[in-house]
């Protein structure tokens, strides 16, 4: 139904700052929230960022503080500020929409290519 491309990925420097971008072909308020995950070599998939429906964010405890999940309803657009990068930080990032699932948020959309970040140190 709604395609989601990310897109912002890159080479930094340890220290520096990206913003990624999630350019969904839908209204992006249509789901309980959207998420940005991320995956490194030999890691699971694991939940970054979240904007909720009514603008509330969470973010896991490793880049509380540094990135920022934001969006802009009217380009259908959800956006990731990384700054002060890490090299731990060096994945590919995915973005979902998300539904509630058993009382818990899933990610419910097929997985696209995402957007490779690579921090260098």
């Known amino acids: 139904q709604v395609q989601l491309v990310e897109s912002g990925g890159g080479l930094v420097q340890a220290g520096g700052s990206l913003r990624l971008s999630c350019a969904a072909s839908g209204s992006i308020l249509s789901f309980n929230a959207m998420g940005w995950y991320r995956q490194a070599p030999g890691k699971q998939r694991e939940l970054v960022a979240t904007?909720?429906?009514?603008?509330?964010?969470n973010y896991a405890d490793s880049v509380k503080g540094r990135f920022t999940i934001s969006r802009d309803n009217a380009k259908n657009t959800v956006y990731l500020q990384m700054n002060r990068l890490k090299p731990n930080d060096a994945a590919v990032y995915y973005c979902?929409?998300?539904?509630?699932?058993?009382?818990?948020?899933?990610?419910?959309?097929?997985w696209g290519q995402g957007t490779r970040v690579t921090v260098s140190s």
């Open positions: 904007i909720h429906s009514g603008g509330a964010t």
């Open positions: 979902n929409r998300m539904i509630m699932d058993r009382n818990t948020l899933k990610p419910a959309g097929s």
